[in-house]
């Protein structure tokens, strides 16, 4: 079967993704060698100025570390709290529906409106987090050390104390994101067919784990793949919350300092698109880099369908 | 007959193991904790839209804060007297948030752009996808690895660059402007492609033996197959751009009458002089609204599509 | 309900209105930031505006989020094309748009009105908008930094409306005089305003201005001094690191004693604070002489129009002169928190408003301090603004203890930035 079918499927998906994704990143390659700045008639070639910037600079630094805290924390978690709450889910059946809406809800509000929210309700003194934390004050809870230190002034102000900010970042990105991989894993889920269960059982697979380990795990190689590649992405582009958060400088002393909200920052913030350009193409390099080690680390393990 | 192989097993397929009901109460108290943290800052987020602004920034008031009645000053300012300008804090929430954005016309944008995207994604990434998955070509490989490269570029990078390709052909503060940078979706043909991997041969073999057309095969074979995981996609594409605050700012800066709904929260925005957060969060209330009751049909027709699909 | 109904059929008249006499009128495009604060000033300019010019149309643009967005969004439209006539911008936003040519030079208009001094614009106001000598953005609302206070709580420490502090000693003073009083939060300095407005404002206390050319002055013993001010503050008040909306929620539930802000804010903070009395007070000094400079907050209005059609251009003066003198400057007090630029309208129009609302006249009293919010030069300049945040943010962190090491470590990185 060869026929030029294909060029009519794949073209226009290329000539798009050339034009909207490929130009732009081309633009930015170029521009990241030079002082560029939006307004300005022209720009000045300088070499590999921004580039040693980021690797010289404290600021990048903290914007390095800010950036792996975050997607390696948020990606484990949601990875697995989405698959825990697909089996969960999965095994009641319909009834799990609405669980399934609970959990789905915060992938589908908007961000923007949830990061103010969510400053309330971690509001140092007034807010529902400490408030609810303070009434535990005078119980036992006090012979913890970290609670009795709350209790004599304020319990942390989670997103402005340099130690909790990135933690408390995080925390809210698994909040935010495990509902996408529930729904994924369901969907891989759905499509076990029965009878391999069956079959296994009567190979004598008879607890849940066995069959958890011999049938629904292989059988969800395919989704974990996809799962984690994308979970990977999405928490290296976080930027919507941080930018909700710390619109000015990206948390206390830089700490959620992400490279999204840097490229953002530099580019459109402060308008220095040379290093801001510069920022998106070592940004690319990393993410690259990382998908394909961890493409390797997976597909030993899976194999696709 | 294909179809049964990979056909989903029905809902409850499991419950042999967790027949005894301890283990379901288990299940139970865990998933209902978990929807309670989930569901804490929705439940804020409704308080805060109910409340006036003095029960929100001192946190009284409890659910529904007392309902009194308190003065709007903005009408007064505009030479309302005390009386006139007493409201109460639901009524002036909920109309202040219709009133000052119009957003009605703002949720109608919306659905016009997140409509849009999504059928000019599916009908760019569906056959692309399905070239990727099931044809032999030369170049396959490299296509499908720019496609994964692809997949891990960030949209805020490239906004200005993209900003100044649409200025060069003047279609700033347009709908083409909201619509055109999303056209392509290679997260779709990623989820897509990765579909169409599950799916025989031998079902497209058959269609090919019938005498069916490539085209034929793509709209009348994958896509009713396709039907859970294009749901998936929707959601995600919808939700999304639904959604999106950082492109519609970049890009409508002149008429107000083409904001999608987010941008409707920033009318009540004063940063360090001072938010307006109560229609803020009946905005928000609003926008998120429609998403919901959308997930819900779909989720309905999604198992549907499931269910179908493995009664054949 | 009533009121929904009138603005729909008003939106519906005016509709009409617009597509039958579009033809023979000018239209004025413009743009300005934060619509929750300004909406309502120019929903009660408009109609005079309307009434003195009746062939003149202005047509609102997308507000802008913020003074940043504003400015991006006008560099962003300068590439497009696609320029507004008149916007507003943040008064330390004007330089880049002067620098980059963007913005236009008034004098030629100014140079036509017969008796411009007359209007109540004087110099110190002029100056806000005057780079190269010529005056290219018209201050319309301007805020500075006073003090808030929650009476009750500081009664608690023995003080009231005659004793407030008047130097950064006492305010220290009074912090430790609360905390023992069983207050937990006496504190709150705004040192998280953008621009490093309160930056500005220590140095401008001491008469020293932040840059003078591309020279940041930090290095000088006037900025040792600020940065050891707000280090003192910051440990003395054991102040906690807020974000400005918890800041603002904790003063309005009556938590803080005492917080340091800009007086745009009053209207916010009348709105959404608790039982107690308010009472805003002059900003303290580092001497007993108090300030001998404060930098203006605010906005001001520039003409970016690329228009050549020199009436289109008179149309878009005479809404950037009606908004910024006489009623339409009377307004912006009227409607915000903001006082108006303009002397005339301050003194004659506005005598009985401040009397009726004695919390907005604290900034009223400390208009002869009235210095510039400055900008730092060149395409660097936003950097080196978020380069001094990250080193103030330190300081209230508890990142940097030295204040001699961050001054040259600031000056180094900031002077970098500026040449």
Redesign the interface.
Known sequence: ???R??L???G???F??AV??????L??GT?SFT?Y????SGAEFVGFENYERIFTRT?YEKMFGATFRYVFVVVPLTVGLGLG?AL???????IG?L????????????????A??????F??????IN?TLERGCGTFLESWAWYAKGCE??FP?W????DYAIWTVSFIGV?QGF??NM??YL?GL?????QL?DAAEMDGATS?WD?FRLVTWPLLG?TT??VV??SF?RS??V??MVEA?Y???GG???SVYVM?FA???????????GI??AI?VV??GF??VL?LIQRRLVERRTH?? | MAE????????????Q??RFNTR?AV??A??IV??L??????Y??LS?SLKSPSE?M??TGGFMGAQEPFRDDFCVKLGGTEEECMVNPIVYNYTTAFEKAPLVRYLLNGLIVTISIFVIQVI??L??A???AK?R?WG?EA?FS?????????V???????YI?LAQVGLTNTYAALI??W??S??G???MR?FF??VPDDLIDAA?MDGMS??GI?WRVMLPTAI??LM?FG??SI?AH??D??WPRIVITGNRDLFT??LG?REFKGDADG?N?GP??A??CI??TP??VA??LA?RRF?EG?TLSGMK | MQRTLTAMALALASAAATTASAEDKIVVEFAYPYSHLFDVTYEAILPKFYAAHPNIEIRMRATYE?Y?DGT?TI??E??AGTLPDVTMQGLNRQA?LVE?G?AKSLEPFIAAEADFAKDGYHKAMLDLGTFDSEVHGLPFSISLPVGYYNMEVMAKAGYDATNLPTTWAEVIEACGKLREAGV??PMFWGW?I?GNWFLQALMWSQDKPTVMGTDFTLDEPEGLTALNTMKDIFTGCEM????W??AL??FS?G?LGMMYWSTSAVGAVERAMGDFTLVTSEYPGLTADGPMGLPAGGNSAMLVSTSEDPEELAAAWAWLKFITSGEGAADVARTTGYMPPNQAANEIILADFYDANPAKATAVRQLPLLREWQAYPG??G??AT?VI??GI??IV?G?FEDMTELQEELTEEVQELLE
């Open positions: 079967m060869q026929s079918a294909h009519w499927f794949i226009p998906a290329l798009l993704m909207i994704l490929l130009i732009p990143i633009i930015a521009l002082d700045s939006l307004g300005n600021t709450a969960l889910i999965h095994s009641l059946g319909r529906d669980y399934k809406t609970i959990y789905f809800l915060p992938v589908m509000a908007a961000l923007i409106a949830m103010i929210v969510w400053e309330f309700a509001h140092p003194t007034i807010g529902v408030a002034r304020t102000l997103l402005t104390d340099r909040w509902g996408f729904v994924l969907a759905t499509s076990i067919p029965r269960y849940g069959r395919p793949v996809f590649t994308i992405i290296f582009q930027f919507d958060f619109p000015q400088g206390p002393s830089k999204m490229i953002y920052e530099k580019g459109i913030q402060q308008n220095l698109m801001g350009a998106t940004f690319l993410v690259m998908t696709y369908v | 049964v192989t990979y056909a989903g097993a029905p809902e409850g397929a499991k419950a193991g967790f379901a299940v139970h865990v998933l978990g929807a943290i989930v569901l804490l800052p929705f804020t987020m805060l929100i001192q946190q760019v990434a056959p692309c399905y070239a990727l044809l070509f396959r296509v720019l496609v994964l490269f692809c997949l891990l570029i960030p805020h990078a490239i906004a200005l660059p993209l390709m055109i940078p056209t392509i290679v997260f043909i990623f989820l990765q991997m599950t090919r490539e085209y793509i859970p995981a998936a959601i995600f939700v639904w959604n605050y950082f709904p987010p929260l938010d957060f803020m969060m905005t928000a926008i998120v998403l919901i997930f819900l989720q198992i499931i | 913020s940043e991006n560099l962003r300068a590439v880049i980059k963007i937990d939060n998280n953008t906690q690191n807020l974000e909306k918890a929620a904790s539930a938590d395409d660097n936003l950097a978020q945040y990250d943010e330190g962190t990142e």
